[in-house]
């Protein structure tokens, strides 16, 4: 079964506007959990790295003050992304490191279109 | 920093004929090694990984993966390819385990009849 959630699936907004993305993590608990962008036909890029009781961690050239990271508990981390324009249009991806020696489990994935 | 290169960005092979996706990594040591598939539209599914030991790892869905020291490579592997392979495969290094995934480019993977 699925180790990870995101919510919503898919998402529509007009430019703007705010929208929340939820990662949770269903099977165990996470101090650590990543955020990774994916436009059309590219690879997988890291935006930051959130962290439980503690400020997110972004990655050079990702604006922290547009994407906004909240790691709220031991099980989810959610990134809003404010005032969207249709260039944030992209596929967002959480991705949550279990112990030692293991590896990430891979939300399925939100798609944002900014209209 | 860490790199991860996948030099071939399409491949496509018939369905049955085997299939081989490079992946070259830059990393002074030598990292923890994945590789990902992921159908349009959806998430990452792991094929398999490489950690330490015997440097022939076995995945899922019958795929292989060897890891080369000398080469800095970790090449994909499959005997016989079915047409509900085609999908987009990434390979992707990590410097320790539970840190960030670098990715490659990924190779967008098409299977004929």
């Known amino acids: 079964g699925a180790v990870v959630s995101q919510h919503p699936s898919r998402v529509i907004c007009k430019s703007g506007t705010s929208v929340k993305i939820e990662c949770r993590s269903l099977?165990?608990?996470?101090?650590?959990m990543f955020w990774y962008r994916q436009f059309p036909k590219q690879s997988l890029m890291l935006m930051a790295t959130s962290n439980e009781g503690s400020k997110a961690t972004y990655e050079q050239g990702v604006e922290k003050d547009k994407f906004l990271i909240n790691h709220a508990s031991l099980t989810l981390s959610t990134l809003t992304v404010t005032s969207a324009h249709p260039e944030d249009s992209s596929f967002y991806i959480c991705?949550?490191?279990?112990?030692?020696?293991?590896?990430?489990?891979f939300g399925p994935g939100t798609r944002l279109t900014v209209l | 920093a860490q790199s991860v290169t996948q030099p071939d960005i399409h491949i496509t092979v018939s369905e049955g004929a085997s299939l081989e996706l490079r992946c070259n990594y830059s990393y002074g040591a030598t990292p923890y090694l994945f590789w990902y598939v992921q159908s349009p539209g959806q998430g990452l599914q792991l094929l398999l990984k490489y950690f330490s030991g015997d440097t022939l790892v076995q995945g899922i869905k019958g795929f292989e993966a060897e890891f080369k020291r000398s080469q800095s490579s970790f090449n994909l592997r499959k005997p016989s390819v079915h047409w509900s392979d085609a999908a987009e495969y990434f390979c992707?290094?990590?410097?320790?385990?539970?840190?960030?995934?670098?990715f490659g480019e990924g190779t967008q993977l098409t299977v004929n009849p």
């Open positions: 992707a290094v990590q410097e320790t385990s539970g840190s960030r995934l670098t």
């Open positions: 099977d165990f608990q996470a101090t650590t």
């Open positions: 991705s949550v490191p279990r112990m030692e020696g293991d590896t990430q489990y």
